[in-house]
């Protein structure tokens, strides 16, 4: 009811031109709207999690939206910095992608080299070294594929679980429980054994790079393309101890900065996980800016190292991320996301 509500005021909004005055407005010049992108569907990952993924060519809608409205699309170093100076153009907007996922070189990349965008992706390393699936991602994935069949896996499951909504959270956490202790190559051989449970084709679901990052490779010619590669910790986890996070970013750098030719030091929390401490450890460890998943626009009191981002995916309307460009949206009552605060896993083993 309420998005509906929401829905109605902002098409009002556009249809009487309010949307459009305040998009070039100096009220939105003084902000900068950073964009959030996770996944492009290289099969059905926007149906299985449409919140983070979107197919290509509503990555194209977006894209040309900006073009139409005339946004100045800046690289995120130089938004970061004039957005501390009240220095921005009209209708700023910069564009970040999390993860570094194969998605992003396969269709992404190109995408951006058409419209003439620039970009940074927030990489994770660990899986950008062991080309194989993301453990937590394909693990949600392969339950959600076999959806109403019956899971019989009794070296993992107490009892046979069938793959309902709730069967497969439920199936989904013992999965990781059982694994919590596990290297990589040991998740990824429990994947393969979880998908031949299920009667999935394992491999050719890794034949077509579904769920996976970038290599290192792919990552340096996205860098020689000119998009920004910047941190996003080794493995994808913001530890709550100082020695466990500095070593994520430690890690994280010395594979990033080689292919950057260039110092990284821009972050973005991974799954959105905060801690009233980070922006002071992030800042002794060099860190200019930090994004975060929390919705708005970024102004000059905006906190460098907390900046917000419009995260978008499939269920973003096109009147949602019209208003957005605009800067109308960011008048309407939304619900603040509940950051997490809770101790983050610290142990050293591999994602």
């Given at each position: 009811?309420?998005?509906?509500?929401?829905l109605?005021?902002?098409?009002?909004?556009?249809r009487?031109g309010?949307?459009?005055?305040?998009?070039?407005?100096r009220?939105r010049?003084?902000?900068?709207?950073?964009?959030?992108?996770?996944?492009?569907?290289?099969?059905?990952?926007?149906?299985w999690?449409?919140?983070?993924?979107?197919?290509?060519?509503?990555?194209r809608?977006?894209?040309?939206?900006?073009?139409r409205?005339?946004?100045?699309?800046?690289?995120?170093d130089?938004?970061?910095?004039?957005?501390?100076?009240?220095d921005?153009?009209?209708?700023a907007?910069?564009?970040?992608?999390d993860?570094?996922?194969?998605?992003?070189?396969?269709?992404?990349l190109?995408?951006?080299?058409?419209f003439?965008?620039?970009?940074?992706?927030?990489?994770?390393t660990?899986?950008?070294?062991?080309?194989?699936p993301?453990f937590?991602?394909?693990s949600r994935?392969l339950?959600?594929?076999?959806?109403?069949?019956?899971?019989?896996?009794?070296?993992?499951?107490?009892k046979v679980?069938?793959l309902?909504?709730?069967?497969?959270?439920?199936?989904?956490?013992?999965?990781?429980?059982?694994?919590?202790?596990m290297?990589?190559?040991?998740?990824?051989?429990?994947?393969?054994?979880?998908a031949?449970?299920?009667?999935?084709?394992?491999?050719?679901?890794?034949?077509?790079?579904?769920?996976?990052?970038?290599?290192?490779?792919?990552?340096?010619?996205?860098?020689?393309?000119?998009?920004?590669?910047?941190?996003?910790?080794?493995?994808?986890?913001?530890?709550?101890?100082l020695?466990?996070?500095?070593?994520e970013?430690?890690?994280n750098?010395?594979?990033?900065?080689?292919?950057?030719?260039?110092p990284?030091?821009h972050?973005?929390?991974?799954?959105?996980?905060e801690?009233?401490?980070?922006p002071d450890w992030l800042e002794?460890?060099?860190?200019?800016?930090?994004?975060?998943?929390q919705?708005?626009?970024a102004?000059?009191?905006?906190?460098?190292?907390?900046?917000?981002?419009?995260v978008?995916g499939?269920?973003?309307?096109?009147?949602?991320?019209?208003?957005?460009?605009?800067?109308?949206?960011?008048?309407?009552?939304?619900?603040?996301?509940?950051?997490?605060?809770?101790?983050?896993p610290d142990?050293?083993?591999?994602?």
């Amino acid at each position: 009811m309420l998005k509906t509500l929401k829905l109605s005021a902002l098409e009002v909004a556009a249809r009487s031109g309010l949307s459009a005055a305040v998009r070039d407005s100096r009220w939105r010049q003084r902000r900068l709207l950073i964009l959030c992108y996770h996944g492009l569907s290289l099969s059905d990952e926007h149906v299985w999690d449409p919140e983070l993924y979107m197919e290509p060519h509503l990555l194209r809608r977006r894209f040309e939206t900006l073009r139409r409205q005339q946004c100045a699309v800046l690289p995120l170093d130089e938004a970061v910095e004039r957005l501390a100076h009240d220095d921005l153009p009209p209708r700023a907007v910069t564009i970040t992608f999390d993860d570094g996922s194969y998605d992003f070189y396969k269709c992404g990349l190109p995408m951006l080299q058409e419209f003439g965008f620039p970009a940074t992706v927030y990489l994770s390393t660990y899986y950008a070294t062991f080309n194989r699936p993301v453990f937590d991602s394909m693990s949600r994935y392969l339950l959600w594929k076999a959806n109403g069949r019956v899971l019989d896996y009794p070296r993992v499951l107490r009892k046979v679980v069938r793959l309902d909504q709730s069967g497969q959270r439920e199936a989904d956490l013992a999965i990781k429980e059982h694994a919590r202790n596990m290297s990589g190559r040991e998740k990824d051989e429990l994947l393969a054994e979880l998908a031949a449970c299920l009667h999935i084709d394992y491999e050719a679901l890794c034949s077509r790079r579904v769920l996976h990052l970038m290599t290192m490779h792919e990552a340096a010619e996205c860098a020689a393309a000119g998009i920004d590669i910047e941190l996003h910790t080794h493995r994808h986890r913001s530890p709550a101890n100082l020695q466990f996070f500095n070593r994520e970013i430690e890690d994280n750098r010395r594979l990033i900065e080689p292919i950057r030719q260039a110092p990284a030091r821009h972050f973005c929390y991974p799954s959105g996980f905060e801690r009233p401490e980070f922006p002071d450890w992030l800042e002794r460890a060099g860190i200019q800016s930090a994004t975060t998943c929390q919705l708005g626009m970024a102004t000059r009191r905006s906190h460098p190292l907390r900046l917000p981002r419009l995260v978008d995916g499939s269920l973003l309307t096109t009147t949602e991320f019209d208003a957005w460009v605009s800067g109308v949206a960011s008048f309407l009552p939304r619900r603040r996301l509940l950051v997490q605060t809770g101790v983050w896993p610290d142990e050293a083993t591999q994602s």
